[in-house]
């Protein structure tokens, strides 16, 4: 017995969660669970399917690991740290959230043992399964960015972000208090889940100075992108260039913040082009979007992920390119599609259809093209809707030009997608909207 198992069996002797407890089914030890299908994660795509296989297989034949008490909307998070919607409102119990009638471990994976179709998770359970399913997430990495972490965690250091519950309202308190000076926004040199988002709070301050505090004139608004492009499709990259010369918003791109001061509330930039050349820039709000990446027990399974630690999946039909009876979903895969909720949804439906292909030893036939959606926020009552594919070509659903900010679209994305969220998508029921658009564009795409 090597010391791991002294460990994990050690443990499982003290063990018994409360989820556990009133999810588990059967009279098995805590320490060694066997299930049809496993669900590595209980987030957006995590829920999303593990809903969908117990829709159709029904109990006890799912079990997801997911550690968290709390399930986040994030896409709420915009609006949140514009003080347009509450905190409260973006979460639910994780138990209210995941399948009734899946057996929730609330515990993470600690090691992926692929051959031997079995997970050991944090708290030294081990999970065999016949079919898994992974979908982690992306991790923030705040404690990649030299004193990053110590400015959000001071409540008077104006830098704040969007992209944890932790910082979220921060965004909003550091906006309100705010009289003037130089407001800098980030995005950061790595995969971004919801990769609009970074403007989109942008945008929100913006009109929160133009429109609401009426001050617009005393801030200065930069946005200093690493990547090379305001967004990676040229429709909607038109649209937002035409909108920051409209709103006299600075930006420059190919620029990566490496640290950030607090004392002197200074944040460092660098020229991803020409790495010698770094900026020192004075903030009086500092907006970052943190480095993201693989979760923890991602980057130490090299043989379920590429050398970055994402999931090797077949891009469309997120079947693993090693093992068969592994799927991956959401935005810890290699596939190389925008990390995006709607993106996860279209996934969850080729997924849901792959695995019953499998299951009856037919062929793989339903195809993921990439679809994502970002619904980008460019103000209180206007919104661009991006949908595109894998080639970046749009892939719209209404019958009108979505790089137009309408009204229509800010709803949709503040009231609608909520309630389609928390009512259709995580009970499993949402494959994205490509039946809407086939009803609005019937001879576009067939
Ligand atoms: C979508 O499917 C989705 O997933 C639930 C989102 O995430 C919250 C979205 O923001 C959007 C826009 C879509 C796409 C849906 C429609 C109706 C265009």
């Not at 942008?202 to 429109?211: P, S």
């Not at 309630?419 to 994205?432: A, C, E, P, Q």
């Amino acid at each position: 017995m090597n010391m791991n198992s002294v460990l994990r069996v050690f443990k499982s002797k003290r063990y018994s969660s409360p989820a556990l407890r009133q999810f588990s089914m059967s009279s098995t030890r805590y320490d060694n669970h066997s299930c049809k299908f496993l669900v590595i994660g209980g987030g957006t795509a995590g829920c999303a399917i593990s809903s969908k296989i117990s829709n159709s297989y029904g109990s006890d034949g799912v079990i997801v690991l997911e550690p968290n008490n709390l399930h986040y909307y994030q896409p709420l998070f915009t609006l949140i740290g514009a003080g347009i919607k509450k905190l409260d409102s973006s979460h639910k119990e994780m138990k209210s959230v995941l399948p009734k009638k899946a057996k929730w471990i609330k515990d993470s994976v600690a090691v992926f043992e692929p051959e031997a179709n079995k997970v050991t998770s944090n708290e030294g359970h081990t999970i065999n399964y016949e079919y898994m399913i992974i979908s982690t997430g992306l991790q923030l990495n705040f404690n990649a960015i030299p004193g990053l972490e110590e400015a959000l965690n001071d409540d008077d250091s104006k830098v704040c972000s969007i992209y944890s519950p932790k910082y979220v309202t921060k965004t909003w308190t550091s906006m309100k208090d705010l009289n003037g000076g130089n407001l800098i926004f980030t995005y950061p040199n790595s995969p971004v889940k919801c990769p609009g988002a970074p403007q989109k709070i942008m945008y929100l301050a913006e009109d929160y100075f133009r429109n609401i505090a009426k001050n617009r004139n005393d801030v200065n608004i930069t946005y200093n992108s690493s990547l090379g492009v305001i967004f990676g499709v040229k429709k909607y990259a038109d649209a937002l260039w035409k909108i920051v010369k409209k709103r006299d918003i600075n930006v420059n791109l190919r620029r990566n913040l490496i640290e950030v001061k607090p004392d002197t509330s200074e944040a460092v930039f660098q020229n991803l082009d020409n790495l010698d050349e770094k900026f020192t820039v004075k903030y009086d709000l500092l907006h970052v979007t943190p480095p993201m990446g693989p979760s923890k027990a991602l980057l130490n399974a090299k043989s379920v992920t590429n050398a970055s630690g994402f999931v090797e999946v077949n891009k469309s039909t997120m079947q693993h390119v090693k093992f068969p009876n592994i799927f991956a979903l959401g935005d810890c895969t290699d596939s190389p599609n925008s990390k995006t909720a709607a993106a996860a949804a279209a996934q969850s439906c080729v997924v849901e259809k792959n695995l019953k292909s499998l299951l009856n030893k037919k062929s793989l036939d339903a195809v993921y093209d990439g679809y994502a959606s970002c619904p980008l926020v460019t103000s209180r009552n206007r919104c661009v809707l991006a949908e595109f594919d894998y080639s970046l070509n749009p892939m719209e659903t209404f019958p009108f030009n979505q790089a137009k900010e309408r009204l229509s679209m800010y709803i949709m994305k503040k009231d609608a997608m909520p309630l389609l969220y928390w009512n259709v998508m995580t009970k499993g029921y949402w494959n994205g909207p490509e039946i809407m658009r086939k009803i609005f564009n019937p001879f576009k795409f067939n």
